[in-house]
């Protein structure tokens, strides 16, 4: 049996996990809180964006936290062109053919990955990686922490933008009705490429705040959208709250199957979280009933 202290330090290292999950979560729910579609893709673009953090490292010599603000504007661009000049057209209004596009989307930019960098594991040296803050007995990652407080940053801000400013307005409508949003003249394509940018830029974020304590390779993605699937299914389907604190809930019952179970099993947990949600509360904590 392991001590109180370890235990202790086991639930906050989850803690501080969880909030990047829950960022990469936090793209993944809004965007199915607009577009009313699931994005297949969305665990290639994290892979792409967590490429281009290393990129800019090793060539550049840019810091992952320095690399923030650029390739959060790179993304949403890269977001807002896809939607708006591959997804929009290509679906042709229909949900179905969304998902068909996400996925085949998510296949595209895996194998360019993998014809690019090929599947050699690749991960970031710098002067913090492995630094920590002792707090009494515990012992705290210094990357870990920084990761923790920008996620939840990042979720505050996005919780302004949807609650405070004219374009979080026009989201919440297209959200709500997209009809009687477009008949009072909101640009209900340009709202759903925004959106789908901002999930895009989001990966960015959670990618950089990544990179110091994780790996990247072209398959990567995959493992992050599963966790982050699971988020929004628990928190609910388009709830950011619910992205919040399901991901922080995650993250510690991750950290605790890994402590208790082995480290391989550390996502019995997760998955055996993902089934019991789907059997007695399909909605999730926070979602709405269709």
């Given at each position: 049996?392991?001590s109180?202290?370890?235990?202790?330090?086991a639930?906050?290292?989850?803690?501080?996990?969880?909030?990047?999950?829950?960022?990469?979560a936090?793209?993944?729910?809004?965007?199915?809180?607009?577009?009313?579609?699931?994005?297949?893709?969305?665990?290639a673009?994290?892979?792409?964006?967590?490429f281009?953090?290393?990129?800019a490292?090793s060539?550049?010599?840019?810091?992952?936290y320095?690399?923030?603000?650029?390739?959060?504007?790179?993304?949403?661009a890269?977001?807002y062109?896809?939607?708006?000049?591959v997804?929009?057209?290509?679906s042709?209004?229909?949900?179905?053919?969304?998902l068909?596009?996400?996925?085949?989307?998510?296949?595209?930019?895996?194998?360019?990955?993998l014809?690019?960098?090929?599947s050699d594991?690749r991960?970031?040296?710098?002067?913090?990686?492995?630094?920590?803050f002792e707090v009494?007995?515990?012992?705290i990652?210094q990357?870990?922490?920084?990761g923790?407080?920008?996620?939840?940053?990042?979720?505050g801000?996005?919780?302004?933008?949807?609650?405070?400013?004219?374009?979080?307005k026009?989201?919440?409508?297209?959200?709500?009705?997209?009809?009687g949003?477009?008949?009072?003249?909101?640009?209900?394509?340009?709202?759903?490429a925004?959106?789908?940018?901002?999930?895009?830029a989001?990966l960015?974020i959670?990618?950089?705040?990544?990179?110091p304590?994780?790996?990247?390779?072209?398959?990567?993605?995959?493992a992050?959208v599963?966790?982050a699937?699971?988020?929004?299914v628990?928190?609910?389907?388009g709830?950011?709250?619910?992205?919040l604190?399901?991901?922080?809930?995650?993250?510690?019952v991750?950290s605790?199957c890994?402590?208790?179970?082995g480290?391989?099993?550390?996502?019995?947990g997760?998955?055996?979280?993902?089934?019991?949600?789907?059997?007695?509360?399909?909605?999730?904590l926070?979602g709405?009933?269709?």
């Amino acid at each position: 049996m392991y001590s109180l202290p370890i235990v202790a330090e086991a639930m906050l290292n989850g803690l501080l996990t969880g909030a990047v999950y829950a960022l990469i979560a936090l793209g993944l729910t809004l965007v199915y809180g607009v577009l009313h579609i699931i994005n297949f893709a969305h665990g290639a673009f994290l892979t792409c964006a967590m490429f281009a953090v290393w990129l800019a490292h090793s060539i550049l010599g840019l810091d992952p936290y320095l690399a923030i603000l650029p390739l959060t504007l790179i993304f949403f661009a890269i977001g807002y062109a896809v939607q708006r000049f591959v997804i929009g057209p290509a679906s042709h209004g229909d949900d179905g053919n969304i998902l068909l596009i996400t996925l085949g989307l998510s296949i595209i930019i895996e194998n360019a990955l993998l014809a690019g960098f090929h599947s050699d594991t690749r991960s970031l040296s710098t002067d913090y990686s492995f630094n920590v803050f002792e707090v009494g007995p515990l012992l705290i990652s210094q990357a870990r922490l920084f990761g923790f407080i920008g996620a939840v940053i990042v979720t505050g801000l996005l919780w302004l933008l949807l609650a405070r400013t004219d374009t979080g307005k026009a989201i919440r409508a297209v959200a709500k009705e997209k009809l009687g949003a477009r008949l009072v003249g909101i640009n209900v394509s340009h709202v759903f490429a925004v959106t789908f940018g901002i999930g895009c830029a989001t990966l960015a974020i959670a990618a950089c705040l990544l990179m110091p304590t994780f790996y990247v390779n072209p398959r990567v993605g995959g493992a992050f959208v599963l966790v982050a699937f699971t988020i929004v299914v628990l928190g609910g389907m388009g709830s950011i709250t619910g992205a919040l604190i399901g991901g922080l809930f995650i993250g510690v019952v991750e950290s605790l199957c890994g402590l208790f179970l082995g480290e391989s099993l550390g996502q019995i947990g997760i998955f055996l979280i993902f089934i019991l949600v789907l059997l007695f509360r399909p909605t999730g904590l926070f979602g709405a009933r269709a």
